[in-house]
């Protein structure tokens, strides 16, 4: 099969590789049907995570059809539809029976194109298939389905339950894409007062406001703090989002919390960020962190096959799956291209 492969910071190819096999008794071979990009694959090309080595299959996304499962799968069966999720889950160590399939200890969690070779391929191999792939429901295209793989559950609940946001709220959103745009639409769930958009790029800023922002600030010309402050009579947000993943950004959104607010911090950090704890330790402030854990999944395939989140309006670009290498591009140049999930099918 083609597969879009990892070589090293800055390098990636398509190319030939063997077909995935079954390995363990719990696996699914899942042909890929539909497949995107995430704004990770970029920090990993970058080489802002480390544990990506050269050779693998990059990708932790993808709609397509169970090809083959091992004697042990028992939800699953060939030809069924399903949704890769970015989380693997072993389903039996501490943390997935307390639901938090991200720290996965038996083998699970965020592997997918990190630890194991990923979705970006004509087939994947998907470990505990029983617990780690969801049935497309019946009516819902496959591709609206696919951003329940990573992007909608991540801004939900690393950004909104962690955020911990409430009705009345006022809700600023530090970067305006598709993580960003997640948590503007999960935001939404819970009827804040206002949600402020904070982004450089005009394109994603008209995303945001699509998505549902209120007020738009473009920081490279507004002080956001300024706007924020005039909002709330000079106290601050009661919930800051960071969905960048830079330094700058994190900080934006610890100066931007009232006191007693929360900061909520989606990005994927490829550098160190300073917290002014001299500064900060006075004001009740709450700093959550979180890999996606995916147990919202069941939730939102529910919200999306009843119309209640659109998730197809994230679809901004599609090609062919041998144009991989061109996605890329078009995907990494968001701010020139007006990208926010750009979708490949066979």
Known sequence: MRALVYHGPGSKAWEEVPDPQIVEDGDAVVRVDAVTICGTDLHILKGDVPAVTDGRILGHEAVGTVEAVGPAVRTVKPGDKVLVSCITACGTCRFCREGRYGQCLGGGGWILGHKIDGTQAEYVRVPFADTSVYKVPGGVP?????????????????????????????????????????????????????????????????????????????????????????????????????????????????????????????????????????????????????????????????????????????????????????????????????????????
């Open 142 to 346: 496959a591709e609206n389905v696919l951003m329940l793989a990573d992007i909608l559950p991540t801004g939900y609940e690393v950004g909104i339950l962690n955020g911990a946001v409430r009705p009345g709220d006022v809700v600023a959103v530090v970067g305006a894409g598709p993580i960003g745009l997640s948590a503007i639409m999960g935001a939404r769930l819970f009827s804040p007062s206002r949600i402020i958009a904070i982004d450089l790029a005009e394109t994603r800023l008209e995303a945001a406001k699509r998505f549902g922002a209120d007020i738009l600030v473009n920081n490279s010309r507004e002080d956001p703090l300024a706007v924020v402050r005039e909002l709330t009579g000079g106290l601050g947000a009661d919930v800051a989002i960071e969905a960048v993943g830079v330094p700058e950004a994190f900080e934006a959104a610890v100066a931007l919390a009232r006191p007693g607010g929360r900061i909520a911090n989606i990005g994927v950090h490829g550098a160190p960020a300073t917290l002014h704890l001299e500064e900060q330790w006075i004001r009740d402030i709450t700093i959550t962190t979180g890999l996606v854990d995916t147990f919202s999944t069941p939730t939102l395939l529910r919200l999306v096959a009843g119309g209640q989140l659109d998730a197809g309006r994230f679809i901004t670009h599609h090609f062919p799956m041998e144009e991989f290498l061109n996605a890329y591009d078009v995907f990494a140049d968001a701010a020139g291209t007006g990208a926010l999930k750009v979708v490949l099918t066979r």
